[in-house]
């Protein structure tokens, strides 16, 4: 079954690319044709291109791994932000923090230090503080917690990097590639796709147009969390059975030694 289909992209505008004199020549083979100057994308591979993204992001999320959702650009980071969230999924909207996958442990450590103030304030250490401390404070957590409150949870490195628009967020990108981290990416025909692992060719500007294919992976990912919370609930039940059964055999086998036991303390006297 398809993720989603040519006439939801084309109406989302996915189509548009940018102008023929922007475009970058690896992403010819996505592009239909030209038109009045701006590129048109084919929306036939873009299908193809959703599908094979959301299969993989479904297995991905299937195993329980975390997939980091990037885009800071303006017009999209609201669905971004909420997509990502109704998959309980990490995030990245605000600036891109240098470092944050190839130095990740000091990133955590920024992250631990939000939850530490959290933590002073709510048994009142700070209560003796003066007003300009406190403020100096409050200034720090919140700037913490807009550039990494929405990876809060995100304990370890993610398993796969979601970008929109890949040249704007190439340094996103080249850290991936660094650790080897697979990259799906809403390509448009401004950027070069050679570095991403998941290529979905299609205009990044448009908020209808990111929506659209995100609402596609999301889909995607929220079945491989079912499913893993199915396999589990399959792995309880058949654990609870195997106790169950066990617990059902122990007498069976104490009657069973019982038995064995009588005769030969039956004999003994016999012998004497």
């Known amino acids: 079954m398809a993720r989603t289909n040519f006439e ?84 990245v909207i605000e600036r891109w923090p240098g470092g944050m996958l190839t130095n990740f442990p000091t990133i955590r450590k920024a992250v631990k230090k939000m939850a530490n103030i959290d933590k002073l304030m709510q048994d009142g250490t700070y209560g003796n503080l003066s007003k300009r401390e406190l403020l100096q404070i409050t200034r720090q957590r919140a700037k913490l917690e807009k550039n990494l409150g929405s990876i ?22 080249k850290e991936a590639n660094r650790l080897g981290i697979p990259v ?38 929220a079945e491989g969390l079912e499913e893993r919370k199915a396999e589990k609930a399959d792995e309880k039940a058949a654990e609870a059975q195997a106790e169950a059964e066990a617990v059902e055999a122990k007498p069976k086998r104490v009657r069973k030694a019982r038995k064995e036991e009588a005769p030969a303390e039956e004999a003994a006297p016999a012998a004497e």
């Open 152 to 173: 809060a949870d995100l304990t370890r490195l993610p398993s796969a990097l979601f970008v929109i628009d890949v040249m704007k967020e190439n340094i996103a990108v």
């Open 8 to 91: 939801q992209l084309l109406q989302a505008g996915c189509h548009f690319g940018h102008l023929k004199r922007k475009w970058n020549p690896a992403m010819a083979p996505y592009i239909y044709t030209e038109r009045n100057g701006i590129h048109i994308i084919d929306l036939h591979k873009t299908v193809l291109k959703v599908d094979d993204a959301a299969e993989a992001l479904k297995n991905i999320a299937r195993q329980g791994k975390k997939i980091l959702f990037v885009g800071t650009k303006k017009q999209t980071k609201e669905v971004i932000a909420e997509k990502a969230t109704s998959v309980n999924m990490p995030y």
């Open 184 to 221: 799906f990416g809403i390509v448009d025909t401004n950027s070069d796709p050679k570095n991403i692992d998941y290529v979905i060719p299609a205009n990044d500007d448009a908020k209808d147009s990111v929506e659209v294919i995100l609402n596609a992976c999301c889909a995607a990912i």
